[in-house]
T-cell receptor, first 114, second 110 residues
Framework: EAQVTQNPRYLITVTGKKLTVTCSQN?????MSWYRQDPGLGLRQIYY???????DKGDVPEGYKVSRKEKRNFPLILESPSPNQTSLYFC?????????????FGPGTRLTVL | QKEVEQNSGPLSVPEGAIASLNCTYS??????FFWYRQYSGKSPELIMS????GDKEDGRFTAQLNKASQYVSLLIRDSQPSDSATYLC??????????FGTGTRLTVIP
């Protein structure tokens, strides 16, 4: 089954404790993204990757890191989480051409930073 | 000014009616437009994409694009309770930037 998986699905942590949210896709997509979703602010792109070892900042990259060492995996790293990073996080992968950019979203990770 | 703006709703329509969802965008160079549906507690899923001015129909869904007015809409005909969800408008501006609106919450009343 074609899918994007994220782990963990739920996480409660404390300020300053480094964490990683994993993301994996089995569709051989080159393009992957991380979004956060907050009430009233919608989905905002954190980072994206156009291929292995190629990443770039989205709209809200502060406080986050990513890596793309393999095509299928795109982990999101919070080196020193803060309460304002409490949010619902989605990983997405997509096939893209000049027009098409269908995002396939993972199930989401609900993060609470105390 | 936000890149993509939507009325947050909630929008309530009776079962069988037409639901009309609207979206405006700021980047005149945008080329690709998408509607995603998000059920409560779930991830967004693509329901329609449109690239050219005019209408595009897919079953009960019709997407409408007017680039001159920087306006895109989604019509849902014969609305069903299962259509109750939040609908997200997304606009691709440039090669790598996909901007989402905040979404419109639709409730279809049986």
């Amino acid at each position: 089954e074609a899918q994007v998986t994220q782990n963990p699905r739920y996480l409660i942590t404390v300020t300053g404790k480094k964490l990683t949210v994993t993301c994996s896709q089995n569709m051989n997509h080159e393009y992957m993204s991380w979004y956060r979703q907050d009430p009233g602010l919608g989905l905002r792109q954190i980072y994206y990757s156009m291929n292995v070892e190629v990443t770039d900042k989205g709209d809200v990259p502060e406080g986050y890191k990513v890596s793309r060492k393999e095509k299928r995996n795109f982990p999101l790293i919070l080196e020193s989480p803060s309460p304002n990073q409490t949010s619902l996080y989605f990983c997405a992968s997509s096939f893209r051409d000049r027009h098409t950019d269908t995002q396939y979203f993972g199930p989401g990770t609900r993060l609470t930073v105390l | 000014q936000k890149e993509v703006e939507q009325n947050s709703g909630p929008l309530s329509v009776p079962e069988g009616a037409i639901a009309s969802l609207n979206c405006t965008y700021s980047d005149r160079g945008s080329q690709s437009f998408f509607w995603y549906r998000q059920y409560s507690g779930k991830s967004p899923e693509l329901i329609m994409s449109i690239y050219s001015n005019g209408d595009k129909e897919d079953g009960r869904f019709t997407a409408q694009l007017n680039k001159a007015s920087q306006y895109v809409s989604l019509l849902i005909r014969d609305s069903q309770p299962s259509d109750s969800a939040t609908y997200l408008c997304a606009v691709k501006a440039g090669a790598n930037n996909l901007f989402f609106g905040t979404g419109t919450r639709l409730t279809v009343i049986p």
